[in-house]
C-alpha cells in the first residue's frame, strides 16, 4: 500500500515537472528537417546551373560584327603584240606617220638651193641628198611626196628599188614654178607604200618673178613745134 502511495506521489511530480518546461519552452524554435540529397540529384543540380549560367553569358556577351572586307580593282595594264614596235605617232601633212625602224635625215641641196630665182612657168629638177638613218631597208614601192605647200607641176615620186640602212640617196623630183609671183615652197616627205610617213620632211623653196615699179618724173610733157615756110 505505501509503494502505491510513493509511485503515485513521483508520477504525479513529473507530471507537474513537465507542465513547468512547457510554459517555459514556449520560445524554443522548432527543429528545422534535414534533407538529404544523393549523388544523382547533385550532377543534375550542378548542370542545371552550369547550362543556365552559360545562356546568361550569351544574353551579356557583346555580338561580334564581321567588319566589311574592301575590294581592291586593280587597272587593267597595256600588252604588247610581239613584233610591233613602240613609240609615239606623229601627223604631218595630213599622214599618218609612225616611230618603227624606218627613218630617213636630210643631207643636203643637191639643186636648187633654197630662194633659187625662178621665171613663172620655168622648168627645173628639186634634188635632195637624203641619209636611209633607220635600222631597215626602203622597200621598192616607198613614196615621196607633197605633205604640204606649193605642188609646183610635181608628182609623187615611188621608189623602183630598194634602199639599204646607213645608204645615201638623191630625191630628184621635176617642177615647174607657177605663173604667180612671190616665195613659193613645198614641202616632201617619205612614207611606207600603205602611206605612213616616217622621218625628214624636206623642202624646196623658190622666188618666182621680179616686181618692176614704173617710175613717174612729174614733169611736164615737152612739145615740139615746127615752123611751117
Do not use: H
Request: some cysteine.
Amino acid at each position: 500500500m505505501l509503494k502505491i502511495r510513493l509511485m503515485t506521489g513521483i508520477q504525479v511530480a513529473m507530471i507537474i515537472g513537465a507542465l513547468l518546461l512547457s510554459s517555459c519552452g514556449a520560445n524554443v524554435p522548432p527543429l528545422t528537417p534535414t534533407v538529404t540529397f544523393g549523388a544523382d540529384d547533385i550532377r543534375t543540380q550542378a548542370v542545371a546551373t552550369f547550362s543556365a549560367d552559360l545562356t546568361q553569358t550569351a544574353l551579356f556577351s557583346p555580338t561580334d560584327t564581321p567588319a566589311p572586307t574592301a575590294t581592291a580593282t586593280l587597272p587593267i595594264l597595256a600588252t604588247s603584240t610581239a613584233g610591233t614596235p613602240f613609240g609615239v605617232a606623229t601627223t604631218v601633212g595630213g599622214g599618218t606617220a609612225v616611230t618603227s625602224c624606218y627613218g630617213l635625215t636630210f643631207v643636203s641641196d643637191v639643186s636648187i638651193p633654197d630662194n633659187t630665182q625662178m621665171d613663172p612657168g620655168e622648168t627645173f629638177t628639186k634634188t635632195w641628198k637624203v641619209l636611209n638613218s633607220g635600222s631597215c631597208a626602203w622597200d621598192a614601192g616607198f613614196k615621196f611626196a607633197l605633205t604640204g605647200g606649193e605642188a609646183m607641176g610635181s608628182s609623187t615620186l615611188t621608189l623602183a628599188s630598194a634602199v639599204a640602212a646607213g645608204a645615201q640617196f638623191d630625191l630628184s623630183v621635176p617642177m615647174t614654178a607657177p605663173n604667180k609671183t612671190g616665195t613659193l615652197r613645198g614641202n616632201w616627205r617619205m612614207s611606207t607604200a600603205s602611206g605612213q610617213f616616217f622621218g625628214d620632211e624636206v623642202y624646196v623653196q623658190i622666188v618666182v618673178g621680179t616686181a618692176t615699179a614704173a617710175t613717174n618724173t612729174g614733169a611736164a610733157p615737152t612739145v615740139t613745134i615746127t615752123p611751117t615756110p
